[in-house]
């Protein structure tokens, strides 16, 4: 099993930039692909980043590839969300999940743990 909470969420302007971070507990998190999930209010829980178990692939979706980015640290048992140029439309409830032996997949469900999630605000 794994622990994940997150933290870094906030308020911030369109435009604006947020890193969120992820710190992971457990013997073996470094098996564990992780990813970041969104879910905004009234709306499905859609894939935003992933890293997979080596660090060396990671996936976006289209509306993070070029504004976001992922990374791990193995050494703090930490992945982190850069996010820049924010949007009002990346306003949600963002999580953080693990994935055993994941190859860095889009698919939630394919992730076995669950952080309790940060929530992002982008103003207009």
């Known amino acids: 099993q794994v622990q994940l909470v997150e933290s870094g969420g906030g308020l911030v302007q369109a435009g604006g930039s947020l890193r969120l971070a992820c710190a992971a507990s457990?013997?073996?998190?470094?098996?564990?692909?992780l990813g970041w999930f969104r879910q905004a209010p009234e709306k499905e829980r859609e894939f935003v980043a992933a890293?997979?178990?080596?660090?060396?692939?990671?996936v976006y979706a289209d509306s993070a590839t070029g504004r976001f980015a992922i990374s791990r640290d193995f050494a703090k048992n930490t992945v982190y969300l850069q996010m820049n140029s924010l949007k009002p439309e990346d306003t949600a409830v963002y999580y953080c999940a693990s994935d055993l032996y994941g190859q860095a997949s889009s698919d939630g469900a394919r992730y076995e743990n669950w952080g309790q999630g940060t929530q992002v605000t982008v103003s207009s």
């Open positions: 457990g013997r073996t998190v470094s098996r564990y692909a």
């Open positions: 890293i997979s178990v080596s660090g060396g692939r990671t």
